[in-house]
């Protein structure tokens, strides 16, 4: 199939690109490169199927110029990152918001199966044992602009919920928790690729809050290939499905587990919320997702544990970087 992926060079979509690839699809990539890059996409530069567009989402002519000679689209493009949707709001609404609207009507309007890729964070401070598709979302107040990244993507949903039910286009929304892997960047925030940079140069790593925060994290070739399932998949056709791991972990067992594993003599200290985010920031003490729905639907059993991701994510490092090992 010809295949458009909207944030192709970011860090899962450039996954994702690899897979679509590696199946036989033409995949197009439409990226600003804002927050991805092409070092992630140059394995697939000699590939005969494979297209790199630099571009906006925003842009309405080009999306819709790229999705009608498509078969199928996954828009993964989005502004993303806590330091980016702090530091930049509008502009973070504007691309989850119009971004996504662009590229549903686009495939609607030509008949074209879509994904569209949502987060946990819809959840918002929702700390249920097992969070389900259909529980219900707490937010903070809608001043601060720690919740604008929640309520867009809440609404992304919607648009690409209520577009599929009434066209009748195949349509997918995935929540993603807390997905990691190589050609992540702790840059915007993401936490555990941040903490294996601090490890391997051997920085304190910096633990924001009391470090008690509970998370599951997946690797992102678990979840990849589900993406691809479910898309394949009609029972899956308008529905949003959680996708991640089951491993449950503080923030501080994850600082002792990435020193475990990189062998770094990093110490670990605390830094308040607001000396890291700004002032009013909220976090939410446990985030565990029921992948129960995406068992039902494809076998979704995530294979690769906490250790495996961590260390993919530090093999990665030392080979783009050449860090040595610890004496």
Known sequence: MKAVVTGGAGFIGSHLCDHLIAQGHQ????????????????????????????????????????????????????????????????????????GTENVVEAAVRHRVAYLVASTSEVYGKNDADGLKEN????????????????????????????HGSESGVPCVITRFFNVVGPRQTGRYGM???????????????????????????GSVYDVVPAMTRLMETPKAYNQAINLGGQEEISIKGLADRVVELTGSKSA????????????????????????????????????????????????????????????
């Open 27 to 98: 995949v197009t990539v439409l990226d600003d490169l804002s927050t991805g890059s092409t070092d992630n996409l140059t394995q697939l530069a000699s590939e005969p199927g494979f297209r790199f567009v630099q571009g906006d989402i925003l842009d309405r002519e080009l999306v819709d110029s790229l999705v009608c000679e498509a078969d199928i689209v996954y828009h993964l493009a989005a502004a993303v990152g806590v330091y980016n949707i702090v530091d930049n709001p509008l502009r973070s609404l504007r691309i989850n918001l119009h």
């Open 135 to 162: 529980d219900d979302r707490i937010y903070g107040a809608p001043t601060k602009s720690r919740w604008s990244y929640a309520a867009a993507k809440g609404l992304d949903e919607l648009v690409a919920y209520v």
């Open 191 to 217: 936490v555990v690729p941040r903490f294996v940079d601090q490890a391997l140069s051997g920085e304190p790593i910096t633990v924001y809050g009391t470090g008690t925060q509970r998370r599951c994290f």
């Open 268 to 327: 670990i200290t605390y830094v308040d919320y607001e000396q890291a985010y700004g002032e009013g920031y909220e976090d939410m003490q446990r985030r565990y997702p029921d992948t129960s729905l995406a068992a039902g639907l494809i076998g979704y059993a995530p294979t690769r544990d906490l250790n495996d991701i961590i260390d993919s994510l530090v093999n990665h490092r030392r080979a783009a970087d050449s860090v040595p090992e610890p004496v």
